[in-house]
């Protein structure tokens, strides 16, 4: 299961709390260039519209630049794969003030293209600076150790 593109900083940025595995829909050009490793999902989030659940933002630039639709936008909406009990929960999830829907990677199963969509709450300034603290602290931890 190989990892294309990941959301680095969603978990710098966001405290997870739950995690739903989707499908999304692609032209072939475009799975091309997200197994080349090109493209990115650090400023895209997921909404759920009249029953479809969409990624927005996510920016995946032609395999091919020369050799391409005219009409194509690298940054048009795509609509998420999804059962209709899992669009339901999400709906719901998104309903709740101070939780979003982003997504975290984008890998292979199989022969598909999923994404992994995560219900997330947005951190306040002092989370993320006791985050960066515990790194620090695990790090120097973990240079002790192998000096020792």
Known sequence: MPVYIDNRKAHFNYS?????EAGIELSGFEV???KAGTGTITSSFCIVRG??????GMHIPPYQ???IDPGYDPDRNRRLLLSKKEIKT?????????????????????????????????KKEFDKRETIKKRDIDREIRREYKIN
Not at 16 to 20: A, P, S, V, Y
Not at 94 to 121: C, E, F, M, Q, W
Request: charged share 25%.
């Open 16 to 20: 997870i709390e739950e995690t739903f």
């Open 32 to 34: 091309k260039a997200i």
């Open 51 to 56: 029953g479809e659940a969409y990624i927005i």
């Open 65 to 67: 630049p020369h050799n």
């Open 90 to 122: 999400l709906a719901e999830k998104d309903n709740i003030k101070g939780l979003t829907l982003i997504p975290i990677s984008l890998y292979s199963k199989g022969r598909y293209i999923k994404v992994s969509v995560a219900v997330a709450r947005g």
